[in-house]
Structures are given as C-alpha cells and as structure tokens.
C-alpha cells in the first residue's frame, strides 16, 4: 500500500522560506515521478512541481525561480524548497505519484501553508 506523508507545513510571513517534506512508502520510489500539488479555498487543485525518476524538473509559471523540488531515493523523501512566499501561495499542498500499470494516482493528507502578516 503507497503511502504519502507531508510534514513542514506552517504559516509564515510575505518574503519568507518554508520547505515542505514527503516521504513515501510502499513504492520503489527511485522508479516514478513524484509531485507537489495545492489547493486553495475555492479553487481547483493545481500541480505546482514535479521532478522525475531521472530528476528533471517541471514548475507552475507563478512559482518559477522561487520553489524547488527535489528527491532523496535513498530515504524515500521528496521536498519543496519554498522561498521568496507570497499570500497567494497559501494553499493545501498535497504530495502525489502515480505508479503501476495502469497508473494509480495516490495523495497525501496534505499540509497546510499560509503566508499572511
């Protein structure tokens, strides 16, 4: 059973840095692409990052330049590095993959971030 646990959610100030941690179970992880989605009141889910099994990167237009994703095979984790955090980025971010054939899609809990003064 995939299982995806986010941590390092928070509030923080305009300008500031939050880096948001997945880890991942029950998949050979080093195989598929992993992803950062959110989600904020009102809207549609929207992916924000993805990263894949040979860690090339792909970024939502507003976050370019100020988000980073990244893996650790070894430890089964993937992250977002945060910075530069604007109110629009307050959201539900929600860590994802698809695996198997047919692709299953699975999601964490998600983890909330806001960004307010």
């Known amino acids: 059973q995939v299982q995806l646990v986010e941590s390092g959610g928070g509030l923080v100030q305009p300008g500031g840095s939050l880096k948001l941690s997945c880890a991942a179970s029950?998949?050979?992880?080093?195989?598929?692409?992993m992803s950062w989605y959110r989600q904020a009141p009102g809207k549609q889910r929207e992916l924000v990052a993805s990263?894949?099994?040979?860690?090339?990167?792909n970024y939502e237009d507003s976050v370019k330049g100020r988000f980073s994703i990244s893996r650790d095979n070894a430890k089964n984790m993937v992250y977002l590095q945060m910075n530069s955090l604007k109110p629009e980025d307050t959201a539900l971010y929600y860590c994802?993959?698809?695996?198997?054939?047919?692709?299953?899609?699975?999601w964490g809990q998600g983890i909330q971030v806001t960004v307010s003064s």
């Open positions: 994802n993959t698809k695996v198997g054939i047919p692709l299953q899609e699975y």
């Open positions: 029950g998949v050979f992880f080093s195989t598929y692409a």
């Open positions: 990263i894949s099994s040979g860690r090339i990167t």
